[in-house]
């Protein structure tokens, strides 16, 4: 009897653990709606997320430009981003509100933070000392792998 109900609350247990969350997030279930061409396109791991490197940009020690110089520096920093978004290699970008120290955001789509120091080196802004980065890795959905294309949909006036 005593080995009976033993036996009873171990499955008890098991039986309870198997319906909590977490263990159940343990799990693997079968996504219906997985798209093994995309998940491959976008270079997705089997949870659709993936290594990015993510620059942070800051305020530089060379901010003294007169305002064509800026507007200049600022036109060639656009166009560098365009560059570099069309060759896959940066995914989003964007600029912070305000005026501090933090100036916008890279993510970039490379396999180093050798490869995106490589790419973050070939920025005017970053050149001339306005800019500076800090780079680090980053694990996140696969899918911003579309945000280029959709903004392009989505932009009424081509940047």
């Given at each position: 009897m005593k080995i009976y109900l033993q036996v009873s609350i171990c499955f008890l247990v098991i039986f309870s653990l198997g319906n909590m969350p977490y263990v159940k997030s343990q799990q693997s279930e079968v996504n219906s709606a997985y798209d093994s061409i995309k998940a491959k396109k976008y270079g997705a791991d089997k949870y659709g997320m993936k290594k990015y490197v993510f620059a942070f940009l800051k305020k530089g020690p060379n901010r003294e430009l007169d305002s064509a110089k800026a507007m200049a520096l600022q036109m060639a920093h656009m166009e560098n981003i365009g560059k570099m978004a069309e060759a896959?290699?940066?995914?989003?970008?964007?600029?912070?509100?305000?005026?501090?120290?933090?100036?916008?955001?890279?993510?970039?789509?490379?396999?180093?933070?050798?490869?995106?120091?490589?790419?973050?080196?070939?920025?005017?802004?970053?050149?001339?000392?306005?800019?500076?980065?800090?780079?680090?890795?980053?694990?996140?959905?696969?899918?911003?792998?579309?945000?280029?294309?959709?903004?392009?949909?989505?932009?009424?006036?081509?940047?």
């Open positions: 896959g290699k940066l995914v989003l970008a964007g600029p912070f509100f305000g005026d501090g120290d933090l100036r916008g955001i890279y993510i970039f789509n490379v396999s180093s933070i050798e490869e995106a120091e490589e790419l973050t080196n070939s920025d005017p802004a970053i050149k001339a000392g306005s800019l500076k980065m800090e780079l680090i890795e980053w694990y996140g959905s696969a899918a911003l792998m579309e945000v280029n294309e959709l903004h392009n949909i989505l932009s009424k006036v081509k940047m």
